[in-house]
């Protein structure tokens, strides 16, 4: 079955950095974008950034644009987020997820697997 798991995530301060990995197994990886998502306390669950099969096309939510970059390693079956210039409403668990698209989509009810998500606290 489709697994993806997430790992990296943990306490930063302000300012900091923190890159997430998630590695993706019992499917064709190249077949599948892949994204990121995170859900921060008592709110709904948000796009945060994803890229095609190549990583050459990538999209990223306006709150994270020009701080954090989504890249892949097709031959290790994985996706990676580098978070940088970290702030404390970035704090939420992330979660990778894939989609058998050709482009990225930020759309999250589109996706059709999901990680189980990785805790990044950020503090002043």
């Known amino acids: 079955q489709v697994q993806l798991v997430e790992s990296g995530g943990g306490l930063v301060q302000t300012g900091g950095s923190l890159r997430l990995s998630c590695a993706a197994s019992g499917l064709t990886f190249n077949n599948y974008v892949m994204g990121w998502f995170r859900q921060a306390p008592e709110k709904e669950r948000e796009f945060v950034a994803a890229?095609?099969?190549?990583?050459?096309?990538?999209r990223y939510a306006d709150s994270v644009k020009g701080r954090f970059i989504v890249s892949r390693d097709n031959a290790k079956k994985t996706v990676y987020l580098q978070m940088n210039t970290l702030k404390f409403e970035d704090t939420a668990v992330y979660y990778c997820?894939?989609?058998?698209?050709?482009?990225?989509?930020?759309?999250?009810?589109?996706?059709?697997?999901w990680g189980q998500g990785t805790q990044v606290t950020v503090f002043s």
């Open positions: 890229l095609n099969w190549s990583g050459d096309i990538t």
């Open positions: 997820a894939a989609v058998s698209f050709i482009l990225p989509t930020m759309k999250i009810e589109e996706y059709e697997y």
